[in-house]
């Protein structure tokens, strides 16, 4: 079997040795080269073909956001950005995310080296989902932080009208599920039902990711808080970290922030977002999967399927990675598989049609 291979860009001489190192460990994936700039990698690229680029965020010369966006112009491949541990790190990064990359690794600021190895799984972990991502190509759009100023969008989405309150959106995705979920949110007028979302992401990302949204999108986005009442017209963001669920309080709903042991995996979890879901709003829920790797999530749709909740799921041809939602199709979890782009029309549609049945079955 070939193995990937992977050309590590980086102006730390100590990160470069140690990223080539746990890739080179690994027996399907070799490090051909290691750049300690992009005008170096640029070369390395051209000479060695790889299939995988690991790229740091802030370099000399020309920074990685820079580069990534020449690169995916000119010769798209498979990325995974390596960025710190700070706001800064954290704005950047999704702005690389939003040019292209297909995932990323958070570096601690400090101790660097233990911290490189503690995360050598999930390193490789993600080059190996790179190596197999679809590529999107996407317009590039100005953003905080790289000299442009985000706006609300100017044309107002259809609105659904006269609603209930009970209706809630639930949103779970892995990689590639950033752009994903600001797609879908970014079609949903300012009147549609509460939305809640588990997006994996660690702590210290999610803060600014929800602030990015909220700057783009006729909803209200922000981080979760424990104990708030979600209301309609707003998306909630699980905190990096911590797991969201819902809960019932009286005659509201309220958002429940918890620490707790990884589910499949993951903290946030989409499993326990969606089973809160069946489990609390039933009838009431409308479910989505959105592209991601792995099956987190998908035994959990099914139980909101089965306790009435219409779900939605991303299509293959549309996912960067198409894990979470393959493991919801196969577990008969889906009432439609759409396109990214029929996803928000397609929800306004049934949230319209259904705008006059009872909505107090919880």
Not at 26 to 52: H, K
């Amino acid at each position: 079997m070939a193995k990937t291979r992977v050309v590590v860009v980086d102006d730390s001489a100590l990160v470069r040795s140690l990223l080539s190192e746990i890739i080179n460990r690994q027996p399907d994936m070799q490090c051909v080269g290691a750049a300690a700039d992009p005008f170096a990698a640029r070369e390395m690229i051209r000479e060695l073909n790889p299939d995988v680029i690991t790229l740091d965020v802030e370099m000399p010369r020309m920074d990685g956001i820079d580069f990534l966006g020449k690169l995916m112009r000119l010769r798209p491949m498979p990325v995974v950005m390596v960025s710190t541990l700070t706001e800064r790190g954290a704005d950047v990064t999704l702005r690389a995310l939003e040019l292209g990359a297909v995932d990323f690794v958070a570096k601690p600021k400090i101790g660097v080296a233990d911290g490189l190895k503690l995360l050598a799984q999930d390193i490789t972990d993600k080059v190996r989902i790179a190596s197999k991502a679809h590529l999107r190509r996407t317009p590039s759009q100005p953003a905080p932080g790289t000299g442009g100023a985000i706006s609300k969008p100017s044309a107002p989405a259809t609105s659904i009208g006269r609603l209930s309150t009970e209706k809630i959106i639930f949103i779970g995705a892995s990689t590639g599920g950033t752009e994903a979920t600001k797609e879908v949110l970014m079609n949903l007028p300012a009147d549609c039902p509460a939305v809640v979302i588990t997006q994996h992401m660690p702590p210290g990302f999610t803060k600014s990711y929800a602030a990015r949204l909220d700057g783009l999108c006729r909803v209200r986005v922000a981080e979760a808080r424990d104990g708030e009442r979600i209301l309609p017209g707003h998306a909630y963001i699980a905190p990096g970290g911590f797991h969201l669920s819902v809960e019932r309080s009286g005659a509201n709903y309220i958002a429940r922030v918890q620490d707790g042991e990884p589910v499949n995996r993951h903290k946030p979890s989409v499993e326990v977002l969606f089973k809160s879901a069946a489990r609390v709003v039933g009838p009431n829920a409308l479910g989505l999967m959105l592209t991601g790797m792995g099956a987190d999530g998908a035994t959990a749709m099914k139980e909101m399927r089965d306790a009435g909740s219409y779900n939605l799921v991303q299509d293959e041809a549309s996912c960067v990675v198409f894990g979470m939602p393959r493991e919801a199709i196969a577990a008969g979890a889906a009432h439609e598989v759409l396109s990214l782009a029929q996803i928000a029309p397609k929800l306004i549609e049934r949230l319209r049609s259904t705008s006059g049945m009872s909505m107090n079955r919880v």
